[in-house]
């Protein structure tokens, strides 16, 4: 099992920035991808961004050039920088890790942006 502990977010208003954090413990060895997605009420779950164990990152459109996604050296931890927010990125934001094509979730992170 992969547990995944997040930290971070909260309001902003529209063109701030907020940071979030997420932490892997347990079988961490043969995390294949690690990410952040991120479900709006009413909204199905969207991938945000991932990287993968070899640090290749992959970005949603919507956020291409406003966040970015980094790891850190023991690659248990990653975070989003989350600049230039937008009403539009209100929303729960899960951390999400891919261990042997299982998928593990975060318990979510609330981001609100205000106009």
């Known amino acids: 099992q992969v547990q995944l502990r997040e930290s971070g977010g909260g309001l902003v208003q529209a063109g701030g920035s907020l940071r979030l954090s997420c932490a892997a413990s347990?079988?961490?060895?043969?995390?294949?991808?690690m990410g952040w997605y991120r479900q709006a009420p009413g909204k199905q779950r969207e991938l945000v961004c991932a990287?993968?164990?070899?640090?290749?990152?992959n970005y949603a459109d919507s956020v291409n050039g406003r966040f970015t996604i980094s790891r850190d050296n023991a690659k248990t931890t990653v975070s989003l920088q989350m600049n230039s927010l937008k009403p539009e990125d209100t929303a729960v934001y899960y951390c999400?890790?891919?261990?042997?094509?299982?998928?593990?979730w975060g318990q979510g992170t609330q981001v609100t942006v205000s106009s």
């Open positions: 347990g079988r961490i060895l043969s995390i294949n991808a």
């Open positions: 999400n890790a891919v261990r042997y094509g299982i998928n593990f």
């Open positions: 990287i993968t164990k070899d640090g290749t990152t």
